[in-house]
């Protein structure tokens, strides 16, 4: 069977550029999505955190502006459902993520605040490219590999094609002002060759080798049907 490590934020908040705490966590559609389809195609998931810290789902990712009504619904239900399995998460620091066929990162401004600088997530991003092993990250979640920024050598992630939350959707989200950073900048200036959609929002998933991403909510899908498709 098919294992996956989902490696979820634990963050509560953003810290803005002047120091505000902005309420976040991982954005739900990105979770339960690809974990539907994962566990759909009969594939075993399992959620870790930092510090093993129950998940916080961003409250935004479940109003009316955040996706049209069935599939917010479907969302939501999905969301309920898996309370048992994100009330208790592994911990990022005891798991073996050689173990895992696949390692997924959903999104959400979480992991800006935390997965950004956790250097056991560092690790495990270094060593899944140095073992070409699968590996996807989405929307915001690419941060995550920020963390590797410092590593011999340099990031396993300089000339990797990527995608993630474009600097354009970030500012039709009214954040990008506030942000003390921006991931598309962040991505080039760390030297990944990064891609967008023509149009914000649109599904966007860029695949290079082993590595996985996808620009936003709405690649959701299609990112984890494309992991299914190439890894089954």
């Given at each position: 069977?098919?294992?996956?490590?989902?490696?979820?934020?634990?963050?509560?908040?953003?810290?803005?550029?002047?120091?505000?705490?902005?309420?976040?966590?991982?954005?739900?559609?990105?979770?339960?999505?690809?974990?539907?389809?994962?566990?759909?195609?009969?594939?075993?998931?399992?959620?870790?955190?930092?510090?093993?810290?129950?998940?916080?789902?961003?409250?935004?990712?479940?109003?009316?502006?955040?996706?049209?009504?069935?599939?917010?619904?479907?969302?939501?239900?999905?969301?309920?459902?898996?309370?048992?399995?994100?009330?208790?998460?592994l911990s990022l620091d005891d798991v073996e993520a050689g173990n895992y066929d696949l390692v997924f990162y959903p999104g959400g401004h979480g992991p800006m605040e935390d997965l950004a600088v956790n250097e056991t997530s560092?690790?495990?991003?270094?060593?899944?490219?140095?073992?070409?092993?699968?590996?996807?990250?989405?929307?915001?979640?690419?941060?995550?590999?920020?963390?590797?920024?410092?590593?011999?050598?340099?990031?396993?992630?300089?000339?990797?094609?990527?995608?993630?939350?474009?600097?354009?959707?970030?500012?039709?989200?009214?954040?990008?002002?506030?942000?003390?950073?921006?991931?598309?900048?962040?991505?080039?200036?760390?030297?990944?060759?990064?891609?967008?959609?023509?149009?914000?929002?649109?599904?966007?998933?860029?695949?290079?080798?082993?590595?996985?991403?996808?620009?936003?909510?709405?690649?959701?899908?299609?990112?984890?049907?494309?992991?299914?498709?190439?890894?089954?």
């Amino acid at each position: 069977m098919t294992k996956v490590l989902m490696i979820v934020s634990a963050a509560e908040q953003w810290t803005l550029n002047d120091g505000t705490p902005h309420p976040t966590g991982f954005w739900a559609e990105e979770l339960v999505t690809p974990y539907s389809v994962f566990t759909d195609a009969g594939w075993d998931v399992d959620v870790a955190t930092p510090g093993g810290k129950a998940p916080t789902v961003d409250q935004v990712s479940l109003n009316e502006n955040a996706g049209d009504a069935e599939t917010l619904a479907a969302v939501k239900t999905k969301l309920e459902e898996l309370e048992p399995v994100l009330a208790q998460p592994l911990s990022l620091d005891d798991v073996e993520a050689g173990n895992y066929d696949l390692v997924f990162y959903p999104g959400g401004h979480g992991p800006m605040e935390d997965l950004a600088v956790n250097e056991t997530s560092g690790r495990i991003l270094g060593q899944r490219m140095a073992d070409n092993a699968p590996t996807a990250l989405l929307c915001h979640a690419p941060a995550a590999v920020l963390a590797t920024e410092n590593a011999p050598g340099g990031s396993p992630f300089a000339g990797r094609a990527m995608t993630g939350f474009s600097n354009d959707e970030e500012r039709a989200g009214g954040l990008a002002d506030k942000a003390p950073w921006l991931l598309e900048d962040k991505l080039v200036e760390l030297g990944a060759k990064y891609e967008k959609a023509p149009e914000p929002f649109a599904s966007y998933v860029v695949v290079d080798g082993n590595l996985y991403t996808g620009q936003n909510p709405s690649s959701s899908q299609e990112l984890a049907e494309r992991l299914v498709k190439d890894l089954s």
